[in-house]
């Protein structure tokens, strides 16, 4: 017996020497650290208790969009000629004009029947202008060519008999974007007068090198800059903005997931399957909580929030609000709770969101049984055998 009580003593003294082992905090614990603060300074983090679908929807964050940023765009992207472009230039006059050719009858006399002549190509100089025939220097940078066109045939007015005039640019480095980035070959790539959008350009530098899931386009113009998932351009055609001349497209391979971790089926990185998942879909995709394990009142998700957004949700008495942005957040989630439960239908998960699911307390208890279960239960089967032969 005395063997017995050594051998309970030794396990006991073991167990209150070491620490269980634990996947993460608490509930408690994480509502306690929302509160503390050392020394005057704000907690690390702001909690936030998801109780309504009204709620939700009020933090919820702006969806980044082009067309509201940058409009759709007109159909005529409004092409100009610029300086160092390549142009051409024809000219018509009517019979019996010569001042662009004659031609010859069956006796072989000389009839004027008008005539036409095509410029060979030049480049548009750094005094903006071109050669036109008969006419001189035009000044064709900044003008259209339906306006060069006017401006040569009313120069040429006395001059030929009912000129006409055609002017065509060959290349041109102005009236371009440049698609760069995870596509297959990055360009310059030339617009048309029909007005092209963002696909017809990625389509133009032979599309995309990663899936359609982890592509985000940047689009920059004037100085500013818009993302936004390639998938939403996809699911949305207004998105699909036209592109201006100076345009760049920078499609960005952005792999999209949260983590998921704590007392759930499945701990992991998790990758968006879709373009919209929310909390109630993140928790079912990982299995939900563990039955044997999970707290029900301790789903957290911890989130870096912009200001605009946490001084939404964050009373504003906290101090946390002045901290840099952004501002950390942590949402609880009381799943015991049906309003929370449809609430979180609502609630979108962010990239590099973490999902946190604390165990259950009684759990610490089933631990520190079946480990002193596994450290004594061998030791009392020696004792029992010793006691039995000295009997």
């Known amino acids: 017996m005395q063997l017995l009580l ?11 020497g070491c620490a269980l082992p634990a996947a993460g905090p608490k509930t408690a614990a994480v509502l306690e650290e929302a509160k503390s603060g050392t020394g005057g300074t704000p907690p690390a983090f702001a909690m936030v208790d998801v109780t309504s679908q009204v709620q939700v ?15 759709e765009g007109a159909r005529d992207p409004g092409l100009r000629i610029s300086v160092g472009d390549v142009v051409s230039v024809s000219l018509w006059e009517a019979p019996p004009g010569t001042l662009f050719g004659t031609a010859a009858t069956a006796a072989g006399q000389q009839q004027a029947s008008g005539g036409s002549v095509t410029i060979p ?91 359609v899931n982890e592509s985000v386009v940047y689009l920059t113009r004037k100085g500013t800059t818009l993302s936004i998932p390639f998938e939403a351009i996809v699911r ?44 109630a879909n993140a928790l079912a995709r990982a299995g939900g909580l563990l039955d044997n394990r999970a707290d029900a009142a301790g789903v957290f998700l911890l989130r870096y929030e912009p200001r605009a957004i946490a001084s939404r949700v964050v009373p504003s008495g906290n101090p946390i609000l002045h901290r840099a942005d952004p501002v950390p957040i942590v949402y609880r989630f009381n799943l015991k709770s049906a309003a929370t439960l449809l609430a979180m239908q609502d609630f979108d998960i962010q990239p590099r969101d973490i999902i946190y699911v604390s165990n259950a307390s009684g759990i610490e208890l089933q631990k520190f049984l079946s480990l002193f279960q596994g450290i004594s239960g061998p030791a009392l089967s020696a004792t029992s055998i010793g006691i039995a032969a000295a009997n």
């Open 6 to 16: 050594v051998v309970l003593c030794v396990a006991a003294s073991l167990l209150t």
């Open 57 to 71: 929807r009020n933090m919820a964050r702006p969806k980044s969009s082009l067309v509201a940023h940058f409009g």
């Open 121 to 211: 190509q030049q480049v548009v100089n750094g005094d903006r202008t071109i050669a036109v025939p008969y006419v001189g220097r035009v000044v064709a940078a900044g003008r259209t060519p339906a306006e060069v066109e006017r401006l040569v045939v009313s120069s040429l007015a006395g001059k030929a008999v009912m000129p006409q005039a055609l002017v065509t640019v060959q290349q041109s480095t102005a009236n371009t974007v440049t698609v760069t980035g995870e596509v297959a070959g990055g360009a310059r790539v030339a617009l048309s007068p029909a007005g092209d959008r963002i696909l017809d350009a990625v389509a133009a530098a032979g599309g995309l090198r990663a899936s």
């Open 236 to 279: 949305n055609p207004h998105e699909n903005v036209r592109l201006r001349p100076g345009d760049v497209v920078t499609v960005v391979q952005e792999p999209r997931t949260y983590t998921i971790l704590g007392a759930t089926g499945q701990n992991a990185e998790v990758q968006f399957s879709s373009l919209r998942v929310t909390m």
